[in-house]
């Protein structure tokens, strides 16, 4: 975390050094100045520098430390907190069957949601931007005076060009180059936002939270896979996204593992998600389409002993496993986080993973892997939302805020 890289401006620098130490408090929540000087390299007047910007600023406000039995008598370093409540952003998050906003502040608390399930179809594009404004409208009466929005992110299952929020294909809301960030941007626009809107595929907001704040935390080289109908995964190598040259890698619900299998929606025959998605699992288990609860049904129909809901699970496992391998062969990575509904088969499947991997992946990389479930819960892809959010006051924080207020 040493200050700018050779041959920067004088201005370049400063500019690198409060993004650092702002970011260093989103991400780590209230810090000491001793900290701060420790982590970031710098010395303690730089830092109270940097600080009294930021607190200028309205970003952060430093207080002293509460005072402990035993503390010393020397004077004790202040610490610094970030400013959730006069500082936030939007994160909206679209689900083939629900919409989920929230208002997130600086640091990563959730402050505000709304929360909206329906049955599944195909929502136009207007008709879900309209309830998003609608959450908009609601949790942004309830914000302090004086409150800025920052930013907005929103996450959602389909292939997405990230440098204007063109949703490319979103089948199962039937969306094709559907204008998401710019629709949306317009309607946020007309409430009186006037941050930059970011979207996002699903599964790479997802491995992002996980990455900054869950169970990738402190890991270089993560896999965070998602499952609703059809199944996607985020990667992260070496600390930075992997998203291909156009942002739309990261498919591998449609890596073909069985070419003898059935006929995926894509047009391939035998895809991953053909063989692990919801509708493999409920044609396994004898169950029908339906609400969200129905796979949580065949997990506790498994473990209550029903015989075909376990051969369901079996077979999902034996396939997950055969994927999953192949992608520990693959990327190496030091994580594999299992999202969506395959967070709620995770616990089920897991020992067959393990045992299952044993035969499929290579050893070095084997070993190095570990399979968990997400450290934020079902909240992975809303907080990855509200992370991307965040990107462009974090870079710069000063030249942000220029542009908002």
Known sequence: MAAGPGGSTQDEVRRHNVSTLLRYVHVHGPTSRAELTSAMQLNRSTIGTLTADLAGAGLVREELPARTAGAGAGRPSLVVWPRPEQVYVLAFDIGVDYLIAARVGLGGSILDRRELYRPRGDYGLDDVVAHLCRFNSEMSARAEAGAVCVGVGA???GVVRESDGLVRFAPNLGWVDAPLGEVLAEGLGRQGVRAQVAVGNDADLGVLAEHVR???AGSSDAVYLTGEVGVGAGIIVNNKPLRGHGGYGGELGHMVVNPAGRLCRCGARGCWETEIGEKAILD????????????????????????RALAALRHVGEWLAIG????VNIFNPEVVIFG?????LFPAVEQQLCSTLRTVGLSAPREQVRLTAPGLGADSTLVGAAE???????????GTLATLV
């Open 214 to 216: 869950g169970a990738a």
């Open 155 to 157: 996450a959602i299952a």
């Open 324 to 327: 999953v391998g192949n992608l």
């Open 284 to 307: 396994a288990a004898g169950h029908p389409n339906g609400p969200r609860s129905t796979v949580p049904a065949v997990v506790a129909a498994a473990a209550g002993g029903d015989p």
């Open 388 to 398: 991307r959010a965040f990107g462009p006051l974090l870079f710069d924080p000063p």
């Open 340 to 344: 969506g509904l395959l967070r709620d």
